[in-house]
């Protein structure tokens, strides 16, 4: 059988739509420099799909490799509990799907270096009007 591999961006969600703009333009980078991976973005909650609904969505489209990117700064409790249990119930229901997951985004020193790298620059940017 052929592996058919899926990278997921996980995100919270927000309310208002605009929020997901970043995640957006993140997948679609991300998209650009995998093209053989298929890459999508899902949301915790209050935004779609949610990841149990894209994950029943890949595993439809053949897909039996997933890797879940929690974008998120840090491991507070939506990554620490309710991740896991979104997963604990997927890898049930999707048994013949390889489903795992790394690190917060936030966690990974080169991540938190180029924070670090924005952070120092804006210390030469001009004020704002």
Not at 48 to 55: D, N, Q, T, Y
Not at 63 to 80: E, K, W
Request: hydrophobic share 50%.
């Amino acid at each position: 059988m052929t592996t058919q591999r899926a990278l997921v961006l996980f995100a919270h969600g927000a309310r208002a739509a605009s929020w997901a703009a970043p995640f957006e333009r993140l997948r679609d980078l991300t998209r650009a420099r995998e093209p053989q991976v298929r890459v999508e973005l899902a949301f915790l909650e209050l935004m779609s799909p949610r990841l149990p609904e894209l994950v029943a969505a890949l595993t439809a489209d053949g897909i039996n490799d997933i890797t879940v990117v929690p974008v998120f700064l840090g491991q507070g409790g939506h990554v620490l509990r309710d991740l896991p249990v979104m997963l604990d119930d997927l890898r049930v229901a999707y048994p013949q799907v390889s489903v795992k997951v790394v690190e917060a985004a936030g966690e990974n020193a080169a991540v938190l270096q180029a924070l670090s790298d924005y952070c120092v620059g804006a210390l030469s940017q001009p004020a704002p009007d």
